[in-house]
């Protein structure tokens, strides 16, 4: 797809245009829209909105390298009491990361997983995601690795069908979640893509109370429970 020269204004303009890509899966009862936290969430209400689907998250944290916390070596997500873990492999072997380092990030990533997972349900149980056609909206993919999880935590819970859905990508990581997922729409795929950023006039993070004040108003059906 070619490059798309002015940004979009926000993450809300964005998940406009994004419905617009994913109108084939309007008004179907199996839809449920699982939003990656936080700047997912403001894309992905305006596109459960469209579909007439329910939204909930995907809690998903990066794991960051030790000494270089931007640089993912893996991530973990989960919905209810499962947790996955995808690896960055390649980065993990040139980093000679250790079991013993993994684990430590791990561990501390969880706990704030899980954190993040009670303030924006606030009581709400996980979404039961079996037989269901979930759609995983986050406002961009750079390397993929949270994405990947959010896809593997999804999966051991038995969907239907896995559709990843995002507003702008780099190639190669779209690439590899089409790999991995039923359906991957991307409607930007810059050929000099930096960073997810790049796509937006406004990049900066929702807060944890606009991200549960969507969680209550955004979907356009009532939120399933576990």
């Known amino acids: 797809m070619p490059d798309t020269p002015r940004p979009y204004p926000d993450r809300a303009a964005a998940g406009r245009d994004l419905a617009r890509h994913l109108a084939a899966h309007a ?3 199996r839809v449920l829209v699982l939003a990656l936290p936080r700047g997912g ?3 992905a209400a305006p596109v459960a909105a469209a579909l007439g689907a329910p939204l909930d998250v995907v809690v998903v944290r990066k794991l ?3 000494g270089h916390p931007e640089v993912a ?3 973990i997500a989960g919905i209810g009491d499962a947790v996955e873990l995808v690896h960055e ?3 993990q072997a ?3 990361v250790t079991a013993d380092d993994l684990d430590r990030v791990r561990r501390r990533e969880l706990v704030e997983l899980r954190r993040r997972e009670a303030a924006y349900r606030d009581g709400r149980p996980a979404p039961d995601v079996r037989g269901r056609v979930v759609v995983l909206v986050d406002d961009g993919l750079a390397t993929g690795a949270t994405m990947r999880a ?3 935590a999804v999966r051991s819970h038995a969907p239907a069908r896995v559709v ?3 507003p702008v990508g780099s190639t190669g990581a779209c690439a590899a979640l089409a790999r991995e997922a039923d359906e991957v729409v991307c409607v930007r795929r810059p050929t000099a893509f930096r960073a997810v950023g790049q796509a937006y006039v406004d990049f900066d993070p929702p807060t944890d109370d606009e991200v549960r004040a969507l969680l209550v108003t955004g979907g356009g059906a009532a939120s399933p429970g576990a």
Do not use: S, T
């Open 94 to 96: 040139q980093a000679r």
């Open 150 to 152: 959010a896809v593997a």
């Open 164 to 166: 990843v859905a995002v």
């Open 73 to 75: 070596m893996g991530a």
């Open 89 to 91: 492999r390649r980065v």
């Open 64 to 66: 960051g390298l030790p």
């Open 27 to 29: 008004h179907d009862a």
């Open 41 to 43: 969430v403001p894309v």
